[in-house]
């Protein structure tokens, strides 16, 4: 122990001289304080941002209408999505259904993320990474235990599925609530053969921006692909940040862009019309 902090006295004096002092990865609290607010967005609308490092992990709540921005910041980040209903978290993000109803195994802008009940949690309002999947799902302790030789969830190269339930937990959630996950800024497409093709190539600067239908616990992990080849552990910052807005219009691009995609907004609307069905 340092003689600095080896009273009660010096230890709160050194634990007070630390305010205001930032790292990188953390939350900014309060979330107005933010140091790079979205363009036209307005300081007092902001609800939380945070940073994520390399096996870092979080989970928040987002109000119907509100947008939430992932940010590549230095272009190798790796985005293991998942989202709940918040007020019933049985119902949840559906990977398989996302992208049977869509026709389309490969997101983007105009595309939403659908629940095993046939509802639009999110919708995807703007993309400039076009680089995601919805195929593998997140890595495990097992893959990462092989690769780098630790899978551990509090060793130096956690999996992504291991910290989304560290998440998760402190949200009174388990291991049964979290089925398959979304990967954003990693992308893998399936080659005429059959194979899975991993692109990873760095893209600083990217994001993706979600908007909430329903209100939503949205849970996050920054963790190396589970295809990806190289020897480190590598993940570059991921920056979240989430603002007050408006739900999809009547009109909404989104919204009308496929019957299918309609069908399901509409479930969306009659459960918070308080009919509560899906079809």
């Given at each position: 122990?340092?003689?600095?902090?080896?009273?009660?006295?010096?230890?709160?004096?050194?634990?007070?001289?630390?305010?205001?002092?930032?790292?990188?990865?953390?939350?900014?609290?309060?979330?107005?304080?933010?140091?790079?607010?979205?363009?036209?967005?307005?300081?007092?609308?902001?609800?939380?941002?945070?940073?994520?490092?390399?096996?870092?992990?979080?989970?928040?709540?987002?109000?119907?209408?509100?947008?939430?921005?992932?940010?590549?910041?230095?272009?190798?980040?790796?985005a293991a999505l998942m989202i709940h209903r918040a007020d019933a978290p049985a119902e949840r993000l559906n990977v398989a259904d996302t992208v049977k109803v869509q026709w389309n195994a490969y997101l983007g802008p105009g595309m939403v993320l659908l629940s095993d009940m046939g509802r639009v949690m999110a919708s995807l309002v703007e993309d400039t990474?076009?680089?995601?999947?919805?195929?593998?799902?997140?890595?495990?302790?097992?893959?990462?235990?092989?690769?780098?030789?630790?899978?551990?969830?509090?060793?130096?190269?956690?999996?992504?599925?291991?910290?989304?339930?560290?998440?998760?937990?402190?949200?009174?959630?388990?291991?049964?609530?979290?089925?398959?996950?979304?990967?954003?800024?990693?992308?893998?497409?399936?080659?005429?053969?059959?194979?899975?093709?991993?692109?990873?190539?760095?893209?600083?600067?990217?994001?993706?921006?979600?908007?909430?239908?329903?209100?939503?616990?949205?849970?996050?992990?920054?963790?190396?692909?589970?295809?990806?080849?190289?020897?480190?552990?590598?993940?570059?910052?991921?920056?979240?940040?989430?603002?007050?807005?408006?739900?999809?219009?009547?009109?909404?691009?989104?919204?009308?862009?496929?019957?299918?995609?309609?069908?399901?907004?509409?479930?969306?609307?009659?459960?918070?019309?308080?009919?509560?069905?899906?079809?």
């Amino acid at each position: 122990m340092s003689s600095q902090t080896a009273t009660t006295h010096g230890a709160r004096d050194h634990a007070r001289s630390q305010a205001g002092i930032r790292v990188a990865a953390q939350p900014i609290v309060p979330a107005a304080d933010a140091d790079d607010v979205p363009d036209g967005v307005r300081r007092e609308d902001l609800i939380w941002e945070e940073t994520l490092g390399a096996g870092g992990y979080a989970a928040h709540l987002l109000p119907r209408g509100a947008r939430l921005r992932l940010l590549d910041t230095a272009g190798d980040a790796c985005a293991a999505l998942m989202i709940h209903r918040a007020d019933a978290p049985a119902e949840r993000l559906n990977v398989a259904d996302t992208v049977k109803v869509q026709w389309n195994a490969y997101l983007g802008p105009g595309m939403v993320l659908l629940s095993d009940m046939g509802r639009v949690m999110a919708s995807l309002v703007e993309d400039t990474s076009g680089r995601h999947d919805a195929l593998c799902g997140a890595s495990l302790p097992s893959g990462n235990a092989r690769r780098y030789g630790d899978g551990s969830v509090y060793g130096p190269s956690p999996s992504a599925r291991d910290r989304l339930l560290l998440a998760l937990a402190k949200h009174g959630l388990s291991r049964r609530d979290l089925p398959p996950t979304i990967t954003l800024f990693k992308g893998v497409r399936v080659a005429a053969d059959g194979a899975l093709v991993f692109a990873g190539d760095p893209a600083p600067g990217a994001h993706v921006t979600l908007r909430a239908e329903m209100d939503l616990l949205v849970s996050v992990a920054n963790c190396p692909h589970r295809l990806d080849a190289r020897e480190a552990y590598s993940a570059t910052p991921l920056r979240l940040t989430a603002w007050r807005g408006d739900p999809a219009a009547p009109d909404d691009p989104v919204r009308t862009g496929t019957p299918e995609v309609l069908r399901a907004f509409q479930n969306t609307e009659d459960l918070l019309a308080g009919g509560g069905g899906a079809a």
